[in-house]
């Protein structure tokens, strides 16, 4: 009875690098959303996806931002030319059309 | 913006004491209040939500107060233990999908 899995769990990165993240929804979830969490602060949502469709994409910042969720395999949030800025957990969730959100337990970004 | 707001940033309860956690929104168009709890290195985990048609909802300890005309609801941790020591964020979302956290309150029970 997996839950949302992430990995990696913690990832450095220098600026400029690019940063892939990867998120497993729950068995039988299709619905996957990505949040940021910075220092001191509530969950910012970035992003939701269904299976090879991004369903609303209003939190990603425009730019060196992307998400995937293609029909085999996990949900892929992509960070092009990272910055310091990035440096924040993100975490995953799955749910089923219209229910609860479970999520992830993070990965943690490093930008050097 | 911050669409809710939530109180205190920290909280320090004593072993059997009651912790009280506030929040407001905005948006009258919110219709799922639901509260996460997260400990360090982990995911946020629900641990109890509410829908605006009912002022109270109760599970085991933990209890949720909604006011709608204040646009305001609260956690109560009765009976807190150093188990429950973690933070908790409020969250609210209308008929979509994205939730909206509060800032988190970091919650502290001592023996």
């Known amino acids: 009875n997996a839950g949302v899995m992430q990995n990696p769990r913690h990832l450095v990165r220098r600026r400029g690098q690019e940063a892939r993240l990867r998120c497993s929804p729950m068995k039988g979830h299709s619905h996957v959303y990505w949040y940021r969490q910075l220092p001191e602060e509530g969950l910012k949502f970035m992003v939701y996806l269904q299976k090879e469709n991004i369903i609303d994409e209003s939190g990603m910042p425009k730019e060196r931002f992307s998400a995937e969720f293609p029909k085999e395999g996990p949900s892929i949030l992509r960070i092009q030319q990272v910055v310091r800025g990035d440096s924040a957990a993100y975490f995953c969730?799955?749910?089923?059309?219209?229910?609860?959100?479970?999520f992830g337990p993070g990965t943690r970004l490093t930008v050097l | 913006q911050q669409q809710v707001k939530q109180s205190p940033q920290s909280l320090i309860v004593q072993k059997g004491g009651i912790s009280i956690i506030n929040c407001a929104y905005e948006?009258?168009?919110?219709?799922?209040f639901p509260w996460y709890q997260q400990f360090p290195g982990k995911g946020p985990a629900l641990l109890i939500a509410i829908r605006p048609d009912v002022s109270e909802k109760k599970e085991g300890r933990f209890t949720i107060s909604f006011n709608k005309s204040a646009k305001q609801f609260s956690l109560h941790i009765m009976d807190s233990q150093p188990g429950d020591s973690a933070t908790y964020f409020c969250a609210a979302r209308n008929s979509g999908y994205a939730l909206n956290f509060g800032k988190g309150t970091s919650l502290l029970v001592t023996p």
């Open positions: 969730a799955s749910s089923l059309p219209g229910s609860e959100q479970f």
């Open positions: 948006n009258t168009a919110f219709d799922y």
